[in-house]
Structures are given as structure tokens and as C-alpha cells.
């Protein structure tokens, strides 16, 4: 069985390439490095070094691919959010139509998308629900992650591809804190104040520390998405991917460390995220690492590699 990861050099995607390298499958890693890291490859992967935008050179990859997983994307900084805005449509919505486009008259098994839950915004009613609506004026990013979704559901309904999109929440894990060469919408807190803490600095807490989030471990993330991909009944659905569990980032902090600092809320922040997984529970598909669990795991490893 061979799987296609795109984005295989980046945070998640590179998670997702070792979780379908341990189950035993080809899997083609394909990432234009603009983000990603090549070390964050599993050496067992077959890496290409592609832009998503290269059709032929999707073409030439996809032709015998049983499961593609769509993770490549450009990641807007939070200030000043507009930043890049048409490179990133070309990468985030064209980018994403091409790949559905590669994958026409093969016989892939099903495409799946990483979406984002920043596409609901800040919802009013929380926890969000699959059916909450979305808020697609807050930011550019979110349309593009919206109409990439979209658009994957509309051409694997014209091309017989069975698509899934999955609406992520904030991953936490080792590979998040690597990106070093843009800064990513998700800047990610747990590692920001696990590293404050192996360095004896005060954690800084936006704001007053009172909104809240939904965090999921980067491995859960992995392997939902290898179940869903191998799923004979989730089909042409889009799912919550959360934890199902909200926390402050006071309380995030407490269980870190006692040494903490206030600093400037960050532009753009939404104020509360809380997501709602019982829609993918109901295939027995669910998340399995704590909070507490992970962030002792990522301790350990940023220890580690100190
Ligand atoms: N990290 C999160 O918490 C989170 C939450 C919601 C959604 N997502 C989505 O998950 C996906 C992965 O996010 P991540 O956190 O791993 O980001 P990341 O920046 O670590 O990884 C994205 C990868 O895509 C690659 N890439 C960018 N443009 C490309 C192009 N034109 N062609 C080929 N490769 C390209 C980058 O080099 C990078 O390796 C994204 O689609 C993102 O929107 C992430």
C-alpha cells in the first residue's frame, strides 16, 4: 500500500509520514522545504522535494497512490495577518485543487485534508460542533483553509474520490518548536513554556491568562488520521479533530511552572477555542493521550535534546 504526505517535512505531516512508516506503508513524503525541515523526514520515507503548485510533478507521484494526505500548506504569521496573502491563496487554495487534480482517474482510496478549526473562528457556542458556522471573515488564512476544504469535497465528488477533511485543532508535540524558518499561526505555547522552564525564565502568559484552548498531541493527531484514512465508512465528511478538553492558558501555565509573567495579548488572538469530537467518537475514533501525559513526553524529549 503506498500513502502520499504532503507538507511530510513540517510539524504534522512529518508525524503522519512515521505513523504510516510503522504501519508498514510506501509512503511518498513530499514537501518544497520552504518550511519544513528535510531532517524531520523519516528516513524510511521516499522524499520529493515538490511544490504542491507543480502539477506534472504531482502527477508523476500520484499516479499508483492508495491514500493522499494533504498537509502542505503556507502559514500566515499573526502580525500583521495579512502578510503573503496571494502566494499563500496560490499554496493554500490552488495548491490544494491541484492535488485533487493529480489524483484524477487513479485509484486512490481516499484524499485527506488538514484543515483548521480557525475556520470557525471565535465561535459563540462552544464546545464547536462540525455544524457551528464558519467565520470566514477574520482572517485570510481562514478562507483559504476553508475553500481548500471546499474545494477538495466538490472535485472528489466530480473526480470519485472519497475526501475527508479534518478540522484540526492546536497540535502540541516535538517537531512544532523546529519551524525555524517562519512563524507559524499556531504558535505553540505548551513547547514556548516547556522551553522557558528547561531555561529557568519565567513563563509569559498573554494577556491575563483567561483564554482558553484545545489542544491535541501531535501523535493522536497522526494516528486519527491513519484510522480515518483506513475507515471503509467515513467517507465525504468533515470532522473535528480536539481533544475535547478547554484550559486556560493560567491553568496551562500552573501545570508547567510557578515562575510566570504577564506580557501583551498577541493581535488577532481568538478568545476561547473549545472543539466538540463526538462526531468522529462515534466510529470509535478517538484521542488517547492526556494533557498532562504529552507534556511530560515533551519534556522529556526537549530535555533530551538539549
Ligand atoms: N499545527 C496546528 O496546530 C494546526 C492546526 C490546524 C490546522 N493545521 C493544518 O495542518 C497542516 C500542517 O500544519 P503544521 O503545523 O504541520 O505546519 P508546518 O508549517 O510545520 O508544515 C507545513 C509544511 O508544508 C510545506 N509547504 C508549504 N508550502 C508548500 C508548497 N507550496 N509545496 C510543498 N510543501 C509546502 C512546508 O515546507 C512545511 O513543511 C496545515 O495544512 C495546517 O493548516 C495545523
Do not use: W
Not at 470519485?160 to 525555524?180: D, E, H
Not at 465508512?233 to 478547554?246: A, L, M, P, Q, T
Not at 510566570?260 to 462526531?279: F, P
Amino acid at each position: 500500500m503506498k500513502a502520499i504526505v504532503t507538507g511530510a517535512a513540517g510539524f504534522i505531516g512529518s508525524t503522519i509520514v512515521d505513523k504510516f512508516i510503522s504501519e508498514g506503508f510506501d509512503t511518498i513524503a513530499v514537501d518544497n522545504l520552504s518550511a519544513g525541515l528535510k531532517d524531520n523526514v523519516n528516513p524510511k520515507a521516499t522524499f520529493v522535494e515538490l511544490d504542491i503548485r507543480d502539477f506534472s510533478g504531482l502527477r508523476q507521484i500520484a499516479t499508483d497512490c492508495d491514500y493522499f494526505i494533504h498537509c502542505a500548506a503556507a502559514m500566515p504569521i499573526v502580525r500583521p495577518p495579512f502578510e503573503d496573502t496571494v502566494e499563500h491563496e496560490e499554496i493554500n487554495v490552488i495548491g490544494t485543487m491541484q492535488c485533487l487534480k493529480a489524483l484524477e482517474g487513479s485509484s486512490v482510496k481516499k484524499f485527506l485534508y488538514a484543515s483548521s478549526c480557525a475556520t470557525y473562528g471565535q465561535s459563540k457556542n462552544l464546545p464547536i460542533t462540525e455544524g457551528e458556522a464558519v467565520d470566514l471573515l477574520s482572517r485570510p488564512y481562514t478562507i483559504q483553509k476553508f475553500c481548500g476544504e471546499q474545494f477538495s469535497l466538490l472535485l472528489g465528488q466530480r473526480y470519485g474520490i472519497p475526501v475527508v477533511s479534518l478540522r484540526l485543532f492546536a497540535n502540541y508535540g516535538p517537531r512544532s518548536l523546529q519551524n525555524t524558518k517562519t512563524a507559524n499561526t499556531y504558535s505553540p505555547v505548551i513547547g514556548i513554556f516547556l522551553q522557558q522552564k528547561l531555561d529557568k525564565r519565567p513563563l509569559t502568559i498573554t494577556g491575563d491568562g483567561s483564554q482558553s484552548r484545545d489542544f491535541i498531541n501531535v501523535e493522536d493527531t497522526a494516528r486519527i488520521f491513519y484510522e480515518v484514512a483506513l475507515s471503509e465508512e467515513i467517507k465525504d465528511d468533515i470532522f473535528n479533530v480536539c481533544s475535547g478538553r478547554r484550559i486556560t492558558i493560567q491553568e496551562l501555565a500552573n501545570i508547567i511552572s510557578p515562575d510566570q509573567t504577564y506580557i501583551e495579548r498577541t493581535y488577532g488572538e481568538v478568545e476561547h477555542i473549545h472543539g466538540d469530537n463526538s462526531k468522529l467518537r462515534k466510529f470509535g475514533i478517538s484521542p488517547k493521550i492526556t494533557l498532562e501525559e504529552g507534556i511530560a513526553n515533551l519534556e522529556e524529549y526537549l530535555e533530551s535534546v538539549r
